[in-house]
């Protein structure tokens, strides 16, 4: 894998409250990952892990609380060039299926950041010597495996040049033997420099890669630390019983 020339920030979220009706799905929710760092989220199914990265990119407006990116608030600037500073890498791979690969990820940087045909197709192919997926720059999606799809969709938030990714259980809708070379890129980006949140149910990973985990439940932040003081030493009986179940 190539790596380029990473421009990374810090990124702090205050007292995060969010609600849908009755339902407080984020209940003062507060994370921070440093410029260059990773930060896994950890939890069970509907703790609002994928809310509160939604949040964080404000696709969900906060209710209550702060947003900031090295130490700035960032509730008063467009959400549309906030985004821009943050690749969001999802589930479900949201590629268009008539478009080329190369076509997929040279969309972003023509319509948002202005190059020409021809340089958006350069940064893509570049993109795809960092996934190492370049031979598919001229294939449709239709035609990669899920994990080649993922990448891809890696790819396509990397062209934008973010300041920080996000990754929302990007391995949960591959096949198992799929999973080990999207987690080993993600795993090459944060050895790269690159600051990244990244919610997963993969403990090897947050274990192994992450400098910070955050365990939540309930919309809640029970527990954070070194991976190493959540994994060999739980001090909360719902972590306990939660890694008792996934581990």
Do not use: C, W, Y
Request: net charge neutral.
């Amino acid at each position: 894998m190539t790596t380029t020339e990473i421009s990374s920030v810090s990124l702090t979220g205050k007292d995060i409250h969010l609600a849908f009706g009755t339902n407080k799905v984020l209940r003062g929710v507060d994370i921070h990952v440093d410029a260059g760092k990773t930060t896994s989220v950890i939890g069970p199914s509907g703790s609002g892990k994928s809310t509160l990265l939604r949040v964080l990119n404000r696709l969900h407006e906060p209710q209550q609380g702060d947003i900031l990116i090295d130490g700035r608030s960032v509730l008063k600037d467009n959400p549309d060039q906030l985004r821009q500073r943050i690749g969001m890498v999802f589930q479900h791979f949201n590629l268009f299926p008539h478009k080329t690969v190369a076509e997929n990820i040279a969309l972003g940087p023509r319509k948002l950041r202005g190059l020409s045909k021809d340089a958006a197709r350069e940064v893509a192919l570049k993109q795809l010597d960092t996934v190492g997926l370049r031979e598919k720059a001229d294939t449709r999606p239709g035609n990669l495996s899920g994990g080649q799809q993922q990448r891809v969709a890696i790819a396509r938030a990397l062209a934008m040049e973010p300041e920080i990714m996000f990754f929302d259980e990007a391995t949960s809708a591959l096949d198992p033997e799929l999973v080990k070379g999207v987690l080993a890129l993600m795993a090459d980006l944060a050895a790269g420099g690159m600051s990244m949140i990244v919610v997963t149910h993969e403990m090897g990973f947050a274990r192994s890669v992450s400098d910070k985990v955050l365990f939540m439940d309930h919309g809640q932040v029970v527990e954070t630390g070194p991976p190493s003081a959540l994994f060999d030493d739980p001090h909360t009986e719902r972590l306990q019983q939660f890694l008792s179940q996934v581990l």
